[in-house]
């Protein structure tokens, strides 16, 4: 397959889940109890830790041919550096945990699918913008990143921080879009925000540094694990320095 974009700097390996249905049983489809739409094969399938520029190929490769509003995609994410997760856990103590501006991160990443959804013209109606504005319950605004971290606990946020279970960053507010183009199209979208956006910062060491630049991590497994069935596939790697 041919690979796509420029190597990207900060981001080691990409996983993603696809929510839905598909008329041939798909390899590895698990269960989704949040899964509601009607077809013949219904759940979600998960890619295993593939490098950035391989993600566009595999969602064309793999996308359900049946979604509906409660269907989702998830962008797993893992970083070359523990400076850069921690940095994108960065939290804003002067606002409230439930708001947007509580991580700068997630901020920054909401307004630039923004800018993507316009550019791409999509629909008002779509659930594209309705998740966008925390009004989903498995994607809501604002979070815990430290309690996500530590105890991998309230995930259901806009991102989630589980690196204490999967080694990523777990984006979690893209809806299934219709046709696949515009969900791999948004995918390489999210992809390259968050390298624009580990670009953009001067690197200093926020509040929850301390707590993680020096832990003595060994070597991790990326775990993509089904939401319902909790079964794990890994890809050995070696932890983030």
């Given at each position: 397959?041919?690979?796509r974009?420029?190597?990207p700097?900060r981001?080691?390996?990409?996983?993603?889940?696809?929510?839905?249905g598909w008329?041939?049983?798909p390899?590895?489809l698990k269960?989704?109890?949040?899964?509601?739409v009607?077809?013949?094969?219904v759940?979600?399938?998960?890619?295993?830790?593939i490098?950035?520029?391989?993600?566009?190929?595999w969602?064309?490769?793999?996308?359900p041919h049946h979604?509906?509003?409660?269907?989702?995609?998830?962008?797993?994410?893992?970083?070359?550096?523990?400076?850069d997760?921690?940095?994108?856990?960065?939290?804003?103590?002067?606002?409230?945990?439930?708001?947007v501006?509580?991580?700068?991160?997630?901020?920054?990443?909401i307004?630039?699918?923004?800018?993507?959804?316009?550019?791409?013209?999509i629909a008002?109606s779509?659930?594209?913008?309705?998740r966008?504005?925390?009004?989903n319950?498995?994607?809501?605004l604002g979070?815990?990143?430290e309690?996500?971290?530590?105890?991998?606990t309230?995930?259901?946020?806009v991102t989630n921080?589980?690196?204490?279970?999967h080694?990523?960053?777990?984006?979690?507010?893209?809806?299934?879009?219709?046709h696949?183009?515009?969900?791999?199209?948004?995918?390489?979208?999210t992809?390259r925000?968050?390298?624009?956006y580990?670009?953009t910062?001067?690197t200093?060491?926020p509040s929850?540094?301390?707590?993680?630049?020096n832990?003595e991590?060994?070597?991790?497994?990326?775990n993509?694990v089904?939401?319902?069935?909790?079964t794990?596939y890994?890809?050995?790697?070696?932890?983030?320095?």
């Open positions: 397959m041919a690979k974009g420029r190597k700097r981001i080691d390996r990409v996983g993603i889940e696809l929510e839905g008329n041939d049983r390899h590895g269960g989704d109890a949040s899964v509601s009607t077809a013949e094969y759940g979600e399938v998960v890619s295993a830790p490098p950035p520029n391989r993600a566009h190929d969602v064309m490769e793999h996308y979604v509906n509003s409660t269907c989702g995609i998830h962008v797993h994410f893992s970083t070359r550096s523990k400076l997760y921690a940095l994108l856990m960065e939290t804003d103590r002067e606002n409230d945990s439930d708001s501006d509580y991580v700068p991160f997630q901020k920054y990443l307004e630039s699918l923004q800018r993507w959804g316009q550019r791409m013209h008002q779509s659930p594209f913008w309705s966008l504005s925390g009004n319950q498995y994607c809501k979070g815990y990143p309690g996500q971290f530590f105890e991998n309230s995930r259901y946020h921080y589980c690196y204490s279970r080694g990523t960053v777990e984006i979690r507010v893209l809806p299934a879009f219709k696949a183009r515009f969900a791999a199209s948004a995918i390489d979208w992809i925000s968050v390298e624009r580990l670009g910062l001067v200093n060491v929850v540094m301390f707590s993680l630049a832990l991590l060994p070597t991790i497994e990326l993509q089904d939401s319902v069935e909790k794990p890994t890809l050995t790697m070696e932890s983030p320095t």
